[in-house]
């Protein structure tokens, strides 16, 4: 199932070029807090689920007249995993925070502020007047389905609710000029478009046949095998469950595969991953912000 988190914070299933709008099955209470309906969805799913056997029951929208919102517009937490393709370590030079050869295994995780979140719809907005580089990272974003504390990888699957992609963005560091806070410098509001849907893990079946890729203006930047990922799914939720509580609705974005490079504002990029999905974001200049970057 294509799950769509459309306007303000309606949810609905795709259904080729229609979108059925269930949020009628979430409770009337959300009306106050619409943003968070995915992650009660999220965790009933076992239990409301099959109220939509009949899709003919919920009103139909068309695709083309929403704007979409993230896959899930208010994760509990956002991890990230650095360093996790073989290919794209050490690529960025100087600019790399992930101590040479070191790989997501030895790392572990960091966060992003949950807040960056963005969906297929919306523009990717980079501070106003920086001359500073801002980067993609074409990325797998794993959206988890049940609460999970030290669940060995074996079981990792049974937590998964399903995917979307997403993309890291990134104000890289200047060496001894800006060296923020990694958190604070992939936190920016709109850098984890997270889209254009929330596919259930049933509907995507195997990652390890699915390729992601994701270009700029036309022009591919990066293209990778899943399969290709050091840590993979299941031993990310392990490392990351053995260190603080997994939460239904928490996101994960899996690593950038090589090929991460600068967008600008006017640029148009593209992320697509196989079975998944496509979206393309325009890349703004935000409104001025009282701290430039
Ligand atoms: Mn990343």
């Known amino acids: 199932m294509r799950l769509a988190v459309f306007d303000d914070y309606r949810v609905g299933v795709v259904q080729g070029e229609d979108i ?3 949020t009628a099955i979430v ?3 959300f009306e ?3 943003a968070q309906r995915v992650n009660w969805l999220i965790r009933n799913w076992p239990r409301v689920s099959g109220r939509l056997a009949d899709l003919a029951e919920f009103p139909v929208v068309p695709a083309s007249s929403v704007v979409l919102r993230a896959a899930n517009p208010a994760p509990p937490q956002l991890f990230a995993i650095p360093a996790n393709y073989h290919a794209h370590i050490g690529e960025i030079g100087s600019r790399a925070i992930t101590k040479r050869g070191r790989t997501a295994r030895e790392n572990g995780f960091f966060l992003k502020a949950a807040g960056s979140v963005s969906g297929a719809g919306e523009p990717v907005p980079l501070p106003a007047g920086s001359s500073r580089r801002f980067d993609h990272e074409c990325e797998l974003g794993v959206i988890i389905g049940s609460h999970g504390r ?11 609710f399903g995917y979307a992609c997403l993309i890291d963005l990134t104000m890289r560091i200047e060496p001894g000029e800006f060296e923020e806070e990694r958190s604070l410098r992939k936190s920016f509001r709109g850098f984890t478009p997270l889209g254009p849907h929330l596919v259930t893990a049933d509907e995507v079946g195997d990652l390890t046949v699915l390729s992601s890729r994701l270009s700029v203006n036309g022009e591919q ?3 990778a095998a899943l399969k290709d990922m050091i840590v993979d799914v299941a031993e990310a939720i392990e490392l990351i469950s053995s260190v603080v509580d997994l939460q239904p609705g928490d996101v994960i974005a899996s690593g950038t595969p090589k090929g991460v490079g600068p967008v600008v504002p006017g640029d148009e990029v593209t992320i697509e991953i196989d079975t998944i999905g496509a979206m393309s974001l325009t890349v703004i200049e935000a409104a001025p912000a009282p701290r430039p970057f």
């Open 20 to 22: 059925r709008d269930i």
């Open 27 to 29: 409770p009337a209470e």
């Open 32 to 34: 106050s807090w619409p």
């Open 150 to 160: 030290n669940v060995p990888r074996e079981r990792a699957v049974e937590h998964v």
């Open 221 to 223: 930047r990066q293209g």
